[in-house]
Structures are given as C-alpha cells and as structure tokens.
Nanobody, 119 residues
Framework: VQLQASGGGLVQPGGSLRLSCAAS????????MGWHRQAPGKGREEVATITSVGMTFVRDTVKGRFTISDDTSKNTVYLQMNDVKPEDTAVYYC??????????????WGQGTLVTVSS
C-alpha cells in the first residue's frame, strides 16, 4: 500500500488549504486514516482522524478550523485547513491503520507534504 500526500504549500495566515492523501488501493481496508504533522524542532502529533464508519476526531488546537473527510470512490482522504495560523506550519503526513482478519496490525505512512503559513 502506498499513500501519496499532496496539496501543501505557502499560505497566508487566515487562508485555506486542502491536503489530499491518495491510497494505491481501496481505503475501505483501513480501520482509520488520518493526518499527523511535525513542526520544526518538535515531535510528530496527530491532527485529525477518520474511521471506516465515518467518525472523525480533530485535535483541540485545530478544532473548528480543520476538517477531515474521505472519498472512497477516489480512495482519498482530505484535510481541509481553514483560517490557518503560523503555528500550523509543519510537514503533514498521511497515515493509515489496518487490523487484518488474522489480527495483524499494519501502519502505513505517506511521504509528507510541507505547509508553511506566513505572510
């Protein structure tokens, strides 16, 4: 399974950006997918997650500004980022988790896409 993240770039504070994570196969196999980020000099943190039944979770610092969604017909997960702030600057990574019928847990990561919020 490969995850291809895209959509990062330079955006001004208060602006919007949409990240995409395209999977090489069906995303229905995953128990959940999500986005993590790593800011310069900081550890990786979870930003938002969407489960296979459509439940979503976002961290408090982005709640009300970021929205996660998926399109199973396109095998893609999105992160809509609105009202971005300089502290949202980070490399954003797509993540997928599956638990197989044999009880094997697998985690997959995309290559990361850089989001820079600056005027």
């Amino acid at each position: 399974v490969q995850l291809q993240a895209s959509g990062g770039g330079l955006v001004q504070p208060g602006g919007s950006l949409r990240l995409s994570c395209a999977a090489s196969g069906s995303i229905r196999r995953f128990n959940y997918m999500g986005w993590h980020r790593q800011a310069p000099g900081k550890g990786r943190e979870e930003v938002a997650t969407i489960t296979s039944v459509g439940m979503t979770f976002v961290r408090d610092t982005v709640k009300g500004r970021f929205t996660i969604s998926d399109d199973t017909s396109k095998n893609t997960v999105y992160l809509q980022m609105n009202d971005v702030k300089p502290e949202d600057t980070a490399v954003y990574y797509c993540h997928a988790h599956e638990l197989t019928s044999w009880g094997i847990s697998n985690d997959y990561w995309g290559q990361g896409t850089l989001v820079t919020v600056s005027s």
